[in-house]
């Protein structure tokens, strides 16, 4: 898939970018949101304002990026939502065990292919970057590993995050 910057996109390009990119998008907002049907919504209504907004991208970013920091600006509404008005808390769905299915293989690596050929000592570091930040983050507690995806992924203030999490800022 080519997602390098381009003046206008292709609406079947697009599309198939949006397809490729969806359960990746959507482990990203489950990882986060903690909750099937809430990242299921941000994606959902990541998918609507790309198709929306497809027309302002401008090339100055790679398709996928600009998708993604989409998704990211929709998980924290998401979150600022069920902040206002908590139902439940944002436990792990029961589902847990399909989505995995979905998600991963036997082996427990993920089943996405890369998107595109890139230089391939670039691509083995990257690999091993996210190889060895997921391994360390199974080894943290689950809020710890929330709390440190919010901060370093979504960017979150101390004070965001201790709000969502219902924690104290000494914590």
Known sequence: MNTAPQAS????ELGRCIAALRPTLLRL????LRNHAWAEDAVSETVLAVLQGA??????SQLKTWI?????HKVL???RQHMRAPTAP???DDDGDELEHLLFKQDGHFRELPDEWTDPCAELQREQFFSVLEACLEYLPNKQGRVFLMREWLQLDSSAICQELG???TN
């Open 9 to 12: 996109i292709d609406p079947q």
């Open 29 to 32: 907002a489950q990882l986060q």
């Open 55 to 60: 027309r302002r991208f401008n090339g100055a």
């Open 68 to 72: 993604v920091g989409i998704l990211k």
């Open 77 to 79: 509404d998401q979150l």
């Open 90 to 92: 944002a436990a792990a």
């Open 167 to 169: 924690i104290a800022p």
